[in-house]
């Protein structure tokens, strides 16, 4: 997140890893498929 260093630390992971809060899977094409989101709710400057 840009200027928030606490934001950016919880959402990328000490390996690397980008935790963006959706669900989906590779199919045996190599295919990306994003079906769900584990996070709804959008927070904007302490409001929801």
């Known amino acids: 997140y840009f200027k ?3 934001a950016t630390e ?3 992971d000490s390996q690397g ?3 963006t809060g959706d669900i989906g899977y590779i199919d045996d ?3 990306i498929f ?3 989101r584990v996070k ?3 927070k904007y400057k302490g409001f929801q």
Do not use: F, R
């Open 4 to 6: 928030n260093k606490e």
């Open 29 to 31: 094409d190599g295919d």
């Open 34 to 36: 994003i079906v769900d």
């Open 40 to 42: 709804e709710m959008i």
């Open 17 to 19: 890893w980008l935790h």
């Open 10 to 12: 919880q959402t990328i």
